[in-house]
């Protein structure tokens, strides 16, 4: 099975940061890596698919890089709705999440 | 617009069964590739079943042998069968539809409630 380590488990950020999550897989998964978010009671949200592309509808200010093994997803200035969890998921063989990290208010 | 709506979740105990489904509408079950996805409480997200890769079933190795997906073309219904249920099994379930991109999860319900306990 290929594992997924996202980091860091939480980060503490300010409105307007940028901010960046990474993940990594233990083995190659070319471009299979997705991006979703999840707010408190509410299902998650498909941010970034295939790495690098934005699902319809999301604000430009969410962006994914990578390839391989490494990969992240960058808010470029964090609004008050973007504190939320965030999970990677690669799909390129058995779908595994990453464990998630907690966006908090500094 | 697309809906999927779960329903079926409750109180069971354990070793007992339930049957979970998912009712699409927007899109039709039988040319989409879907999904169950699970998260127990303060946990993240574990993809307990999907149809993976052509049609083969993929199911995650802690449920396999007791839960089942299966679909109803003609209620556009998918459903999660499960039985020998055990108190991990305690979560809510969430069905999705797999994109045809990168195998994406695109479209969510809103999820389901299993509470395995005696």
């Known amino acids: 099975d290929i594992q997924m380590t996202q980091s860091p488990s939480s980060l503490a950020a300010s409105v307007g940061d940028r901010v960046t999550i990474t993940c990594r897989a233990s083995?190659?998964?070319?471009?299979?890596l997705n991006w979703y978010q999840q707010k408190p009671g509410r299902a998650p949200k498909l941010l970034i698919y295939a790495a690098s592309s934005l699902q319809t509808g999301v604000p430009s200010r969410f962006s994914g890089s990578g390839s391989g093994t490494d990969f992240t997803l960058t808010i470029s200035s964090l609004q008050p709705e973007d504190f939320a969890l965030y999970y990677c998921q690669q799909t390129y063989s058995i779908p595994r999440f990453g464990q998630g990290t907690k966006l908090e208010s500094k | 617009e697309v809906k999927l709506v779960e329903s079926g979740g409750g109180l069971v105990q354990p070793g007992g069964s339930l049957r979970l489904s998912c009712v699409a509408s927007?899109?039709?079950?039988?040319?989409?590739?879907m999904s169950w996805v699970r998260q127990a409480p303060g946990k993240g997200l574990e993809c307990v079943s999907v149809v993976y890769r052509g049609d083969g079933t993929y199911y995650a190795d802690s449920v396999k042998g007791r839960f089942t997906l299966s679909r109803d073309n003609s209620k556009n219904t998918v459903y999660l069968q499960m039985n020998s249920l055990r108190a991990e099994d305690t979560a809510v379930y969430y069905c999705?539809?797999?994109?045809?991109?990168?195998?994406?999860?695109?479209?969510w319900g809103q999820g389901t409630l299993v509470t395995v306990s005696s």
């Open positions: 083995q190659s998964i070319s471009r299979y």
């Open positions: 927007g899109l039709t079950v039988s040319s989409n590739y």
């Open positions: 999705a539809r797999v994109g045809s991109e990168s195998y994406e999860l695109d479209y």
